[in-house]
Structures are given as C-alpha cells and as structure tokens.
C-alpha cells in the first residue's frame, strides 16, 4: 500500500475527503502522516478520529523554516511517504522540503490559476466580480502557487453569496483532489 501525507492548517475538509476516499479503497493509498502548523486546528482533530499520525508544530519554537522542515522530511522519510499533499498549508516550502520531496509534492489552489495567486483566491476572484471560478492541482516548487498544473475544474456561478460560493468551491476541491492523487499514485507504478 503507497503511503501518502497530507498537510494543512486549519479546517482539514479536504484531509477529510482523502482520507475518506483512501478508507473506502477509491485512492490506492493510506494517509500515513498528517503535518499541521497549528497545533489547535481542526485538522488536528480529525486525524486523531481517524487514526492517523500528525506532526503538529509550532513554527516559533524552531529557530528557522530550514530547522522545522528538517523535522518534516525526517518524519516524512520515517513514514514512508510517497505522495505529499499541501491542502489549506499556508506556507511556502522552502529549501530543505523541496531539496527532499521536490516533484513529489502536489497542492490545491481554490482558483484557476495562474488568475488569482495567494491565501484569499476565493474572496479575490468574487470581489474581481469573474463569472467562471475553479480549482487547480499544480506541482509545488518555491513559487507562489505557481508550479505545473495537473488538474483544473471549472463551474459557473453569477450569484451573490461569497458562503454559497465558497461552498461551491469545496463542492468541487474534494472530488478533484481524490481522482488526481489516484491519477497520479496509479501512473506511479
Ligand atoms: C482549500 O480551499 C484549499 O484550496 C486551500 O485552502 C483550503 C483548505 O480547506 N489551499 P480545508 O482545510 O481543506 O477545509
């Protein structure tokens, strides 16, 4: 079975769908490491209901991004890893991560990139005022939201409700990240 990380910050919907998906055999994966940079996030939380093994640390405590990532891809390459996952980890990998896992990192931008880059693409692409939203899968590498793509969905919203919208967005993220990572896992091979 390969063995797949997934990192986040907060609420984990997208950790949830995973780890779902691989339960239910849909992803041929188990989620062997969950990394989150806020000890109190509700991430935490779900991966203790489902069993799986998180890494949450507080960036302060560390002296530098290289020391904290040294710990990840020590812990990484403890759990096997095969497949790293950024879904709602609000930070750029630096250096020591990439040098590591580079080519083997994926993330999900709630956008169609390259339009709307950054932490607030949601709200940007309404307050913008586009007809079209979406969402991206891309490879990681030291930009900003700006590795290769691999997957985009779109849909068509012209209301006026960001929650409706932001509701969307996840309604179209999570299926998504599923078929991709099993794309990308079953291509492996
Ligand atoms: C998602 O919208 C993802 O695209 C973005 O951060 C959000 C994370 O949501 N990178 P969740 O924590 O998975 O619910």
Redesign the pocket.
């Known amino acids: 079975m390969k063995r797949i990380a997934v990192f ?10 995973i780890v779902g998906a691989c339960e239910r055999g849909e992803i041929p994966a188990e989620v062997a490491l969950v990394v989150c940079d806020k000890p109190t ?3 935490v939380e779900r991966a203790a209901n489902h069993g799986v093994a998180c890494f949450a640390f507080d960036p302060k405590s560390y002296a530098s991004k290289a020391d904290f990532e040294r710990e990840i891809v020590r812990r990484l390459d403890e759990a096997g890893v095969e497949l790293v996952c ?5 930070r750029i990998c630096g250096e020591v991560l990439l040098g590591a896992y580079g080519g083997r990192i994926i ?4 956008a169609l990139l390259p339009a709307f880059k950054g932490a607030h ?2 709200r940007d692409a309404f307050e913008y005022g586009v007809k079209v939203y979406g ?1 991206t899968i891309h490879y990681v590498d030291a930009s900003l939201d700006g590795g290769r793509i691999i997957a985009q969905r779109a849909f068509p919203y012209e209301g006026s409700d960001l929650d409706e919208l ?1 509701a969307m ?2 309604a179209t ?1 999570h299926p998504l990240y599923i078929e991709t990572i099993r794309n990308l896992l079953n291509n492996q091979k």
Request: glycine residues 10%; proline residues 3%.
């Open positions: 986040a910050s907060g609420n984990g919907s997208n950790f949830e769908a996030a509700r991430v950024l879904a709602g980890y609000m993330n999900i931008h709630p693409a949601i969402v932001e967005v996840h993220e």
